[in-house]
């Protein structure tokens, strides 16, 4: 029995040192990619985590909120797309990976006017060492509205699929309790995705 033991605890010590090298080659693949891309991670590798996470038991379970990802109408596609194919040739194959497609997609919409209002109105307190400064915000909103275009929008890649997006307009709601109206709409939508 001791010889099994210390049998399986060199197996155990051998997966470990391999899965230290394969965490450790990732982490130079993806070190190598940042330094390529102008100190940014290319999307197939944010792909990548997000996918994980998403099947991950925690979100599959208890569901996921996705805030800022994706941004594109093609980060959509290769997030959700489906990447499998079907046991049956004759099974029609799903245009989407439906274990980790949304049931419910929630869009925040405000014109350009207000979210510049809203940012330049924010204390320096909250705005210092963040991406929120008033210059940053602009680009970054004007490299938003640029990849978004009408018929390219990650908002259409749903819409196309028949999860229909719900949209809020903030500007609207000038309410103190915005985020419990979100709350209600979203407990609204999902027991009709339930039923």
């Keep these: 029995q001791e010889k099994q033991a210390a049998r399986a605890e060199a197996e155990d010590g051998e997966e470990d040192d391999e899965s230290a090298q394969q965490a450790q080659e990732t982490l130079d693949l993806l070190n190598e990619s940042k330094q390529e891309n102008n100190d940014r991670y290319e999307d197939q590798y944010i792909i990548q985590f997000f996918t994980e996470k998403l099947l991950s038991m925690p979100c599959q ?30 099974a029609p194959r799903l ?31 909250v705005v210092a060492g963040t991406h929120n400064t008033e210059d940053l915000f602009l680009k970054r909103l004007a490299e938003f509205r640029a990849v978004n275009t009408d018929d390219q929008t990650v908002l259409n890649y749903f819409d196309e699929l028949e999860v229909h997006p719900d949209h809020i307009d903030i500007a609207a709601d000038t309410s103190s309790n915005m985020s419990q109206v979100c709350l209600m709409r979203y407990w609204r939508l999902l027991s009709i995705v339930k039923t």
Excluded at 61 to 86: C, H, I, R, W
Excluded at 98 to 121: G, H, Q, T, W
């Design 61 to 90: 379970n208890q569901g996921f909120v996705l805030d800022g990802f994706p941004k594109t109408y093609s980060q959509a596609k290769e997030l959700f797309g489906n990447k499998e194919e079907p046991e049956d040739e004759d």
């Design 95 to 125: 245009e989407y990976d439906s274990k980790i497609m949304p049931e419910v997609v929630i869009s925040l919409d405000a014109e350009d006017e207000f979210l510049k209002k809203r940012i330049m109105n924010l204390p320096e307190s």
